[in-house]
């Protein structure tokens, strides 16, 4: 039997890389899932034919989470769509780095929309609407504990910002039976951060395992604290980095 029958869960950025992963292997878990995206149509179109193929229900609901509005829409999306909200995955978001002097405002209003603000305010719609046994996971990164070199001053900023948010996030919503935690990946394979990048024999080479994670290495973790079995485990932050911030 599967563990997560009767979950519906919604992933943000579930078209593609962490978010796609995250989206399949809610629905093998047993989970009913929607997913957002920004603009890519047709492959959220895929996720949701791989889900469907599983037997599970699927919804693609285009929302940019950058923009308040459309973040909202998205869990009101998925609620009318799949009947209730149990599950949250914050997965969405984008990196930008670059020399402190050469980012612009601009860059640091799009950054903090999406990666945070966007976060908040999906957090927010999507808890008004849970039960009791609700589950929020947060997608932040390594290198909100460990910055290894230069150019990482707005991104690492939006992902620790994530810390203080999950922190809270458990000690108000808990006395509901609401669960948040945080999952920080190390370097992943991904459109985001290809493994043949040029950047990223140097990030192998900053884990203990020496190599890029899988999308999938991600997926395990967030869509068992996502689920029915992780009653007990709030507030937490994890990492899935190949000893990344060992
Ligand atoms: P990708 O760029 O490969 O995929 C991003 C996904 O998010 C796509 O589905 C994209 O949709 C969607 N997306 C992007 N911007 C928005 C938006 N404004 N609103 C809604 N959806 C959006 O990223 P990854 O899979 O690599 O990253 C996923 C998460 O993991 C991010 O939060 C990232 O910061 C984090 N992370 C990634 C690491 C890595 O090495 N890959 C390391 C540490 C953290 P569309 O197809 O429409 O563009």
């Known amino acids: 039997m599967s563990t997560h029958d009767a979950v519906v869960a919604l992933v943000t950025g579930g078209s593609r890389g962490i978010g796609a992963a995250t989206a399949l292997r809610l629905a093998q878990d047993g989970a009913d899932v929607a997913l957002t995206y920004a603009s890519g149509e047709r492959d959220a179109a895929e996720v949701v034919g791989?889900?469907?193929?599983?037997?599970?229900?699927?919804?693609?609901v285009r929302a940019d989470v950058g923009d308040p509005?459309?973040?909202?829409?998205?869990?009101?999306?998925?609620?009318?769509?799949?009947?209730?909200?149990?599950?949250l995955v914050n997965n969405a978001g984008i990196g930008v780095l670059g020399p402190l002097e050469a980012l612009t405002l601009a860059?640091?209003?799009?950054?903090?929309?999406v990666n945070v603000r966007g976060v908040f305010l999906t957090t927010q719609a999507a808890a008004a609407r849970m039960g009791s046994g609700g589950r929020i996971v947060t997608i932040g990164s390594c290198m909100a504990a460990r910055v290894p070199g230069p150019g990482?001053?707005?991104y690492a900023m939006s992902k620790a910002a994530l810390t203080g948010l999950n922190k809270a996030l458990a000690r108000e919503?808990?006395?509901?039976?609401?669960?948040?935690?945080l999952v920080h990946p190390g370097p992943v394979d991904t459109d985001m951060n290809p493994a043949d990048g040029p950047y990223a024999a140097a990030q192998s080479a900053l884990t203990a395992l020496g190599r890029f994670g899988t999308t999938?290495?991600?997926?395990?973790?967030v869509s068992f604290l996502a689920g029915p079995d992780a009653t007990y485990v709030t507030g937490a932050e994890f990492a899935v980095d190949g000893g990344h911030a060992a």
């Open 173 to 181: 919503l808990g006395e509901r039976g609401i669960t948040a935690n």
């Open 216 to 221: 999938r290495e991600v997926a395990g973790l």
């Open 152 to 154: 990482g001053t707005l």
């Open 50 to 60: 791989a889900i469907e193929a599983l037997g599970r229900r699927a919804l693609a």
């Open 107 to 113: 860059d640091v209003d799009r950054v903090l929309a």
């Open 69 to 87: 509005a459309q973040a909202v829409a998205a869990v009101e999306e998925t609620v009318r769509g799949l009947g209730r909200i149990d599950a």
